[in-house]
């Protein structure tokens, strides 16, 4: 049984810092490319960055590149994401997913299983 489970959201000041975490068990981890999203209330989900197998390709959306870094461990099943200079509007639920395929230009839809997410506040 497949499961991913996100960490480390929590209420931060606008231009703060936050680091999440997302395990995933059940599967050889290292196979998959991995992504993040986000949604806050009242707003579409948005694609925030994805990662290959391997690490050595990323994609982040234009709304937080040069702010965000994802990364991942394959020998502790864990996928990062840094996030730095976190605005107000970047208050959201964000869920860590497993891809179907890895995109260097969006992060793509096709998600074969989704974490439970975790809430990200920030004070302006």
């Known amino acids: 049984q497949v499961q991913v489970v996100e960490s480390g959201g929590g209420l931060v000041q606008a231009g703060g810092s936050l680091r999440l975490s997302c395990t995933a068990s059940?599967?050889?981890?290292?196979?998959?490319?991995m992504g993040w999203f986000r949604q806050a209330p009242g707003k579409e989900r948005e694609g925030v960055s994805c990662?290959?197998?391997?690490?050595?390709?990323?994609y982040y959306a234009d709304s937080v590149k040069g702010r965000f870094t994802v990364s991942r461990d394959n020998a502790r099943n864990t996928l990062y994401l840094q996030m730095n200079s976190l605005k107000p509007g970047e208050a959201a639920i964000y869920c860590c997913?497993?891809?179907?395929?890895?995109?260097?230009?969006?992060?793509?839809?096709?998600?074969?299983?989704w974490g439970q997410g975790t809430q990200v506040t920030v004070s302006s």
């Open positions: 059940g599967l050889t981890f290292g196979d998959y490319v």
């Open positions: 990662i290959n197998w391997n690490g050595g390709s990323t």
């Open positions: 997913a497993i891809l179907a395929y890895y995109s260097s230009t969006y992060v793509p839809a096709a998600v074969d299983y």
